[in-house]
């Protein structure tokens, strides 16, 4: 007989057998127990989390006639369990992913009206659900609306989203969660001691993390680790599978980065690009070990939490003592951020580099240290434009000339209210040499019963006249004037 994936080989037969999802499980057996089985049933999360087995199972336990003697399990014995996914007729198992046209939702409706042939349901599991079209979708609905009593229907999907509103509340929904680390590590264990293969603790773990809490994922990634050798499976056997960037060398790395040396950050990343390490992959790798040099950092029983052999593990502790809080947390940051730039970047060796020499560089303290560069800033051009204007001398015989000095002065003063002002008026000198500003009816007005004072000590400080205000008869209405027409010229100033 050819060899059987371990993830077929294991596939869960009876709910007992299904992990990580109990608030599922524990659901579907009581309404299995206690007939009070829905006629629509809509199971969506992260691929390989259980969603098509837990359907599989369902769908046999609903026919079971021995149902209740197994605490809502399939007997596994009877026709209908013996006979689900090769002759059943009352199962039928389909794939919208390659059948998601209006005639394939048509031809469920029409078959569907058939009585079971064996047991109690007909049930159909529609895998991929969310490929349907819209035609498809719309045709199954009153299907699922009004189904014949006798008929089941259990879509599973893992974008729910995309799914029609209308379908969806026509379903009892159960969301399936990824599997915690500890349960996917038993069951790896489980089925190497099955499999006859030994094993170290370490290496179990490393596949279960590696699974992200996929079952199907880590299933598959211990088949691949069971035939790396015909001894015992160590934790270096692992990563090796994996193609993680080698431990060491990412230990050295993060050490040259706490202790901010730009020379061995710069070695280490190119023996690394030496040695084919893909750069993604580095930045991913380098961020997870910085994510456990903090929790040995932060936790007091973190050896519980990470399971790593107690030499790395000691490793860790060590470069845990060498770093503050702030500074990992930043790190983190910093490269999980790089991780989404790296698929555009022109250059993501030089990017991972840039990043790296700047974690290094950094105390942790990024919004204080982005504040006062911010200062620095504002000092600089706050410096320059009172040099330039310290640098502008006033010509006394000049009347334009005068008027700029005067607008600096109230500039200074920040007087908004004379912006409209300045391209209003006309400026001279007059036989006596006093200062005359010829302007609007408008600007008349506001200079006379506002800033008269104020103009008349800036004037002083540039021309020896008096200042005299005068009407310009033949100028148009400017902004100034419609603003205070619409205001009323009894408007008073403070």
């Known amino acids: ?158 974008e729910v989203h995309k799914i029609p509103a209308t379908i969806l509340s026509r379903c009892m929904r159960f969301d399936f969660r990824l599997v915690p680390t500890p349960e996917l590590a038993k069951l790896v264990a489980h089925i190497y001691d099955a499999e006859g293969k030994e094993y ?57 980065i706490f202790a901010n040396s730009p020379s061995d950050i710069l070695t280490e990343i190119n023996k690394l690009v030496t040695e084919g390490k893909d750069i993604a992959r580095l930045n991913k790798d380098l961020s997870l070990y910085i994510r456990d040099v903090l929790t040995a950092k932060v936790c007091k029983d973190a050896n519980s939490i990470l399971m790593l052999p107690q030499d790395a593990f000691a490793t860790l502790r060590e470069i845990a003592e060498t770093v503050s809080v702030k500074k990992l947390l930043y790190a983190i940051d910093r490269f999980v951020s790089a991780e989404a730039s790296l698929k555009y970047a ?43 204007r310290s640098l502008y001398v006033v010509d006394k015989t000049d009347p334009k000339s005068v008027w700029r000095g005067v607008k600096m002065q109230i500039d200074e003063q920040n007087e908004p209210l004379l912006n409209g002002v300045w391209s209003d008026v006309k400026v001279s000198f007059d036989a006596q040499g006093n200062f005359v500003v010829r302007c609007s009816d408008g600007a008349y007005w506001l200079i006379e019963n506002k800033f008269k004072k104020r103009l008349t000590a800036c004037v002083a400080m540039f021309c020896d006249g008096k200042l005299i205000v005068e009407q310009d008869d033949g100028s148009s209405q400017t902004e100034i004037d419609k603003q205070l027409s619409a205001l009323g010229k009894d408007v008073k100033f403070d």
Request: glycine share 6%.
């Open 1 to 158: 007989m050819s060899y059987v994936a371990l993830y077929r080989k294991y596939r869960p037969a009876t709910f007992d057998e299904v992990i990580g999802q109990d608030h599922i499980i524990n659901t579907l057996r009581n309404q299995i127990l206690q007939d009070k089985v829905s006629h629509a049933y809509l199971f969506t999360g992260t691929r390989g989390t259980g969603k098509t087995s837990t359907a599989k199972i369902f769908a046999r336990a609903v026919n079971c006639p021995h149902v209740k003697e197994h605490n809502g399990n399939p007997c596994g014995k009877c026709s209908v369990c013996n006979t689900v996914g090769n002759a059943n007729l009352d199962i039928i198992e389909m794939d919208a992913a390659s059948n998601n046209g209006v005639d394939y939702a048509r031809d469920i409706r029409e078959k569907v009206q058939y009585p079971p042939v064996n047991g109690r349901y007909k049930v159909y599991i529609i895998d991929e659900v969310h490929m349907l079209s819209v035609g498809a979708f719309n045709a199954l609905l009153k299907t699922l609306e009004e189904p014949p009593k006798h008929a089941i229907f259990i879509l599973c999907t893992t």
């Open 200 to 256: 170290a603790p370490e290496a179990v773990t490393a596949i279960a993390q590696a699974g992200e809490g996929s079952v199907r994922d880590c299933v598959s990634i211990a088949d691949r680790c069971l035939s790396v050798s015909d001894d015992k499976l160590e934790y270096a056997d692992v990563l090796s599978v994996l193609g993680v960037s080698s431990k060491n060398s990412i230990v050295a790395l993060a050490r040259a």
């Open 346 to 388: 022109l250059s993501p060796l030089m990017l991972f580099e840039a990043t790296a020499l700047s974690v290094a560089s950094s105390s942790g303290d990024v919004d204080a240290e982005g504040l006062d560069r911010r200062l620095t800033r504002l000092e600089q051009q706050y410096s320059q434009t009172k040099e330039t």
